[in-house]
């Protein structure tokens, strides 16, 4: 009896994992369009399901109030309870708190727009923006996309080691064709040479015209990049000849950053 138990539970725990795993993949991807919704069809085919399983797993997600499908077009959206859970880390508030306060005035003296995106994997989120965004920023707060589409991310991915580094390139050149075809991987690749080129984040208008931006890494107690400080502009404001100022106050405004992170996030650094 024990042993035709144990090779029960043995046969039904990869379905239960699996499980977990589309459910987890499933809200990742409802939670990158938080206010425009997604239609049935494009979540399914976007999380490599079929509809009727993606209709199953959303179904039981709705229930549990994490994901909630609006009246008026069926789309579903992120639900209350993800908000809910996440009052469960008031450092993660109070760190954002922080950032706001000291983007406010910095994003005002500097002529741009502050940013501060989180890793999450292998994509980023925009926990904050400070700042008019310029044209064809399409940036906000909660953005959720994959790292190396944006400047901070390419300044994240400087910190990790080649194989982690190529794991995350893969990923992210997979999502992106996916989405978007080959259109804009020269473009990309463009940002990644020129960054390392400057040893930090630097797009100057490689992926939107006119745009210049500028990140570095934010580190925690283990040595690892949790998050980038971005700085974006019009080349205008942000001209080339202000790389050496900009990288300087980046650095500053990051030892602060880092330093707000240690006393709100990482109180007692726990692995996991």
Same mark, same amino acid.
């Given at each position: 009896? =024990?042993?035709? &138990?144990?090779?029960?539970?043995? #046969?039904?725990?990869? /379905? !239960? +994992?699996?499980? *977990?795993?589309?459910?987890?993949?499933?809200?990742?991807?409802?939670?990158?369009?938080?206010?425009i919704?997604?239609?049935?069809?494009?979540?399914?085919?976007?999380?490599?399901?079929?509809?009727?399983?993606?209709?199953?797993?959303?179904?039981?997600?709705?229930?549990?109030?994490?994901?909630?499908?609006?009246?008026?077009?069926?789309?579903?959206?992120p639900?209350?309870?993800?908000?809910e859970?996440?009052?469960?880390l008031?450092?993660?508030?109070?760190?954002?708190? =922080?950032?706001? &306060?000291?983007?406010?005035?910095? #994003?005002?003296?500097? /002529? !741009? +727009?502050?940013? *501060?995106?989180?890793?999450?994997g292998?994509?980023?989120?925009?926990?904050?923006?400070?700042?008019?965004?310029?044209?064809?920023?399409?940036?906000?707060?909660?953005?959720?996309?994959?790292l190396?589409?944006?400047?901070?991310?390419?300044?994240m991915?400087?910190t990790?080691?080649?194989?982690?580094?190529?794991?995350?390139?893969?990923?992210?050149?997979?999502q992106?064709?996916?989405?978007?075809?080959?259109?804009?991987?020269?473009?990309?690749?463009?940002?990644?040479?020129?960054?390392?080129?400057?040893?930090?984040?630097?797009?100057?208008?490689?992926v939107?015209?006119g745009?210049?931006?500028?990140?570095?890494?934010?580190?925690?107690?283990?040595?690892?990049?949790?998050?980038?400080l971005?700085?974006m502009?019009?080349?205008?404001?942000?001209?080339?000849?202000?790389?050496?100022?900009?990288?300087?106050?980046?650095?500053?405004?990051?030892?602060?950053?880092?330093?707000?992170?240690?006393?709100?996030?990482?109180?007692?650094?726990?692995?996991?």
């Open positions: 009896m =024990a042993e035709h &138990a144990d090779a029960h539970a043995h #046969a039904t725990a990869p /379905s !239960g +994992t699996q499980s *977990l795993t589309r459910g987890i993949k499933l809200l990742r991807v409802v939670a990158t369009r938080g206010e919704g997604w239609r049935l069809s494009d979540l399914a085919a976007a999380c490599g399901l079929d509809k009727g399983t993606a209709h199953r797993i959303l179904a039981g997600l709705i229930k549990e109030r994490l994901v909630q499908q609006r009246s008026g077009d069926r789309r579903y959206l639900g209350p309870l993800l908000y859970l996440g009052l469960s008031p450092g993660h508030h109070e760190f954002q708190c =922080a950032a706001e &306060a000291h983007f406010g005035p910095w #994003a005002k003296r500097m /002529s !741009g +727009t502050a940013l *501060l995106l989180m890793r999450s292998f994509e980023y989120v925009c926990s904050v923006r400070i700042g008019t965004p310029p044209p064809g920023l399409m940036v906000e707060q909660g953005t959720r996309r994959p190396f589409t944006s400047v901070g991310g390419v300044a991915m400087q990790m080691s080649d194989a982690e580094a190529d794991e995350v390139l893969r990923n992210n050149t997979e992106e064709t996916a989405k978007l075809g080959d259109t804009r991987l020269a473009a990309l690749r463009a940002m990644r040479e020129r960054s390392a080129q400057h040893g930090f984040g630097v797009n100057l208008g490689d939107v015209g745009v210049h931006a500028f990140a570095v890494p934010l580190h925690g107690p283990d040595g690892k990049a949790f998050a980038a971005c700085l502009g019009t080349a205008q404001r942000l001209p080339e000849t202000r790389i050496d100022e900009i990288r300087t106050e980046l650095l500053q405004l990051a030892g602060v950053l880092e330093a707000d992170a240690a006393r709100m996030l990482f109180r007692a650094h726990v692995v996991g």
